[in-house]
């Protein structure tokens, strides 16, 4: 018997070995693209908030520097009072130095007078004791202006640092309570966006789905129309103009198909159009609503600080006034118009 010829084996392997690596690489380009894509994605929204931390850092810099002139202005005003002050101590001093110094000479001349006149000694001692009695009455006087001062500059610290921590604790609590209300305002405008959207969507939804409904039917009923026409031709004896009629009866079936198929196109085109329209009329809506949120927020934010400062101002205008009052009432005790 011959040699039967050896299997060769089908070129088919090798074809799909070259197939295989073509589709390998595909894919592999696909996942090389798919990365660059996410890469690129990514390094977009890291510009977006180096760009929105760069706009906060200038932001929060410029509030700075707003805050570092008013403490300057603050500083110097502080200043400014304690020059005041210090000028009315240095002339107090010198006026309670020149009194000293005459009251020093009216003593001396008054021992003169009494060494001098012997004969009155009883007159020199009840003199004497009654000097004495006006030192002590003025000293004693003295220390009480002194200790007037002190309770004074106390009690004006004190409560002035007390208005201070309570405008401070209010502004806190009504930015803390205007907070709690914008964040209600902005998430009630975001619910009534997301509703309004859904309730469009959902509504080109459905006019999409009664088109689509109305366009089966209306294919059906020209499928029905055309098979009728084509059953009626294949009654025709003569194969040609069975033929032509056949043909006739086929292209128009296609037309009407086609042009049902572009009407729908269009109905739903225009739907979507609409409907792209209308989110975009709420979406701009809602910006606008949570711009002018957000403008309120910086505006009444402003307001509190703004009474947060005149209520400490007017704490500070009380203290000066209270302490301003101390010199008064330390003349009228050591002229004995304030109770003993």
């Known amino acids: 018997m011959p040699k039967k010829n050896p299997t060769r084996k089908p070129a088919s392997k090798k074809l799909n070995k070259k197939t295989d690596r073509k589709a390998y690489l595909q894919k592999q380009f696909a996942v090389s693209q798919e990365f660059v894509l996410k890469e690129k994605a990514r390094q977009e929204e890291r510009k977006k908030k180096h760009d929105a931390t760069k706009t ?17 202005e603050e500083q110097k005003k502080k200043r400014e009072v304690w020059e005041k002050k210090e000028k009315r101590n240095k002339e107090l001093l010198s006026e309670m130095k020149q009194k000293q110094k005459e009251e020093e000479e009216n003593r ?37 202006g002194a200790k007037l001062e002190l309770e004074i500059k106390s009690e004006a610290k004190s409560t002035a640092g007390r208005k201070d921590l309570e405008a ?3 502004a806190k609590n009504k930015k803390r309570k205007l907070s709690i209300e914008i964040r209600k305002s902005q998430g009630d405008i975001d619910a009534d966006e997301r509703s309004q959207i859904h ?37 025709i004896p003569d194969p040609n103009q ?33 409907t792209k329209k209308a989110i975009f009329d709420v979406q ?35 203290a000066s006034q209270k302490r301003a009052g101390i010199r008064q009432k330390q003349i009228d005790i050591l002229h004995g118009k304030e109770g003993e």
């Open 56 to 72: 906060t850092g200038e932001e929060l810099a410029q509030e700075q520097l707003g805050g570092k002139a008013l403490a300057e």
């Open 108 to 144: 001396k001349r008054f021992k003169d007078r009494l060494l001098s006149e012997e004969k009155k000694n009883k007159e020199y001692m009840d003199q004497m004791a009654a000097a004495n009695a006006i030192r002590d009455k003025m000293a004693d006087r003295k220390a009480r």
């Open 199 to 235: 309730t469009l969507e959902e509504e080109a939804r459905k006019a999409k789905s009664i088109i689509n409904n109305k366009e089966h039917t209306k294919r059906t009923d020209i499928k029905c129309i055309y098979e009728r026409k084509c059953a009626e031709a294949q009654r």
């Open 168 to 170: 401070d604790m209010k």
């Open 284 to 318: 701009k809506g809602a910006d606008i609503k949570r711009g002018k949120v957000a403008a309120d927020e910086r505006g009444q934010t402003m307001q509190v600080d703004t009474e947060k400062r005149a209520t400490k101002h007017q704490t500070k205008l009380e």
């Open 242 to 274: 069975q033929r032509r009629e056949m043909d006739n009866a086929r292209k128009e079936e296609q037309n009407a198909l086609k042009n049902l198929e572009a009407e729908t196109r269009k109905q739903q085109s225009d739907i979507d159009a609409k």
